[in-house]
């Protein structure tokens, strides 16, 4: 029950891409990522604060406490913050399966990108279910990469993507796990469930998503898998070459590119 | 450059599935289909008035003409906006290609779940272009079957629903076309060329959506396909019967069901 590898790698490229995905998606994912003033918020799995940056921007009048399993991902996480000139964040570093605080201490939980690499998502609901104070709510969010089709569409790329699938499931994780919120968050005992798909479509005529998104969160994603889908033979150099260039081709004029990350917030 | 045989059949339950589907997705497709009142709208592609009937009633003070090339679907259609009482539709047997009407005609075309059943969407645009107004607008609005996913997921739903998608386009036509709205709008000369997904997520807390659209929409469609994929020996027997079973079963409580449809509009 302990949490797996990180399949996305701690890069320079990786911070990069987290850094432009919570850019560019910020608005999408967070614009009712609303907390009141004088609540105290868990941020489980804040890793380098790609998301806490935000949601300190966000939620001035909040008390934000970050943790993470990994120190040198915090360490990122606090530049990044202090940088950005926030007061309202503390970092420590933590086990979401071993959360060092008492029942019932917070008056929210977030998690945002985090389920997907634990291999037991349902313990995990329940482990910060604990340190959510009665009534109050959690909110999660998650992509789900069998979300993912693109104009002009090949096998190729089609495999490429699939390689990050299948890594991921190989690291214990879900890549798919975006449309099973609602089941997980249900199971795991919480009230008034709500789900909602925020959707990235990507056209010539939004630029800003095929720089921001289309190439810089989801092409590099399925790039840092190369080296790992080759050695574990899930595709070959040639087939994984083409697949790679296809998603560029996608984002040249004339193709489209698309995915869905979802949204859930309950209630202990 | 004919228009190809009607793939989901015209059979009763086929008018019931595309009525559940115009009643569910009314408010989701066209709560933006608004004409200026004395706009003269031509529909291409009507079919038995599903669509017609809700932009009927959205926009009173407009003037519609619907064509279909089909006279006894046309019957079905006057009957149908007969029943709802409005007066602003004329019917028209008319082939997309060999439109009756002059250049710069309309001021508004509306096509609705057309272009996927058509080998030379393309041409078609162009088709109706020609009869459209310099200046004015055009809106289409299409489904995309690859942007389907559902939860629990199997191999086998996914091949039923890859039949559909075969079946369509053996008729010459192309289930995902939802994707290439923009390019090919783009690509038919239209300007100011907006795409936008309109995604139905659906999970326990919605079952108008779980009745009206994963099954009397979605999976009536797969299973409208039945006969056709068996035969053309696309899947076994055995296999489209647990394909089917496994789409009643993400119906079922922990169930999740996705889908998009993308709508565009473009000035001439």
Redesign the interface.
Known sequence: MNEVPYVHGYSAREADRLADQAHTLGELLHHDTVFPPGSLVLECGCGTGAQTVLLAARNPGARIVAVDVSAASLEQARARISAAGHRNVEFQTANLFDLPFGEGHFDHVFLCFLLEHVAEPAAALRAVQRVLRRGQTITVIEG?H??W???P?TLESSRAVQCLVEVQARFGGDA?IG??L??LL??AGFRD?????R?V?V???RPDLVEGFSKNTFIAMVEGVRDRALSLGMIDQCTWEKGIADLYRATEP???F?Y?F?KGTASK
């Open positions: 789900d069998g979300s089709y693109c104009h569409r798919l449309r099973r609602y089941p249900t199971e469930v709500r789900v909602s798909p959707m479509y056209d010539d005529s004339g193709g489209t698309c869905t979802f």
